[in-house]
């Protein structure tokens, strides 16, 4: 399976002409986070691929219409025209504070930075918790019926101490740490910290979760799960 997955910045290899032809073998689409919706709809307009998305703390014009319950790439379960237009229009699910199944695959989004300055997605450490709650009984479920919890968590900012920066903007979250310890997904994928060195490390990893900073593009290569 080939995951193509995007943050931060609109990359012209992905916004481009040849995209579908570049990535023609892609899978389904994830992003991180700092994203116009606009570069997401091209997206899947061009690859005609799922895209499974959280908000970071940036490009949030759409944030207040995605948070409302339900709002997913499902217009037939809306009764009112707005969200309907808008998910047809950016081809994207929002899966911020959810569990999704995918082709076999268990997906799980928290969006958001740690809190710097009380701006829009900003987060404690204590809120955070409170976001995850709402998954852990979908996760139970999953790993006491499919032998695992979870396969991919999908967020913008980065573990305390893994991938992170020390300045308050870019720390990473301490309760994504037990997140990781006590759930055990696969992969971890994130952005927020912005690589100008395209050479620089990537991956690194924290118990059985490889942990990716997926800034710009990266593409995502792994055999299906089983049981």
Not at 98 to 124: D, M, P, S, W
Not at 159 to 180: A, V, Y
Request: contains cysteine; aromatic residues 14%; positive net charge.
């Amino acid at each position: 399976m080939r995951i193509l997955c995007v943050a931060d910045h609109i990359d012209p290899l992905v916004y481009s002409a040849g995209v579908k032809s570049r990535f023609a073998d892609i899978d389904f689409v994830m992003s991180a986070g700092d994203l116009p919706m606009e570069y997401l709809g091209f997206i899947s307009a061009s690859l005609n691929k799922p895209v499974y998305f959280v908000f970071g703390n940036h490009q949030l014009t759409h944030l207040s219409r995605f948070r409302r319950w339900g709002l997913e790439s499902d217009p037939e379960r809306y009764a009112t025209p707005e969200p309907a237009t808008l998910v047809n229009y950016f081809g994207s699910t929002y899966i911020g504070g959810r569990v999704r199944r995918h082709n076999g695959l268990f997906i799980a989004g928290l969006g958001g930075c740690k809190r710097y300055n009380r701006g829009e997605n900003q987060f404690t450490e204590r809120q955070m918790f409170f976001v995850m709650l709402r998954m852990i009984p979908a996760l139970i479920w999953n790993k006491l019926v499919h032998g695992r919890a979870l396969d991919i968590l999908l967020t913008h900012a980065a573990p305390e101490g893994i991938n992170d920066r020390p300045d308050p903007t870019h720390q990473g979250f301490r309760i994504f740490l037990w997140f990781l310890r006590k759930f055990r997904p696969r992969y971890m994928l994130h952005g927020h910290i912005h690589l100008y060195d395209l050479n620089a490390e990537r991956v690194a990893h924290y118990h059985d979760t490889e942990i990716i900073n997926v800034y710009d593009h990266y593409v995502l290569e792994f055999d299906t799960p089983t049981r």
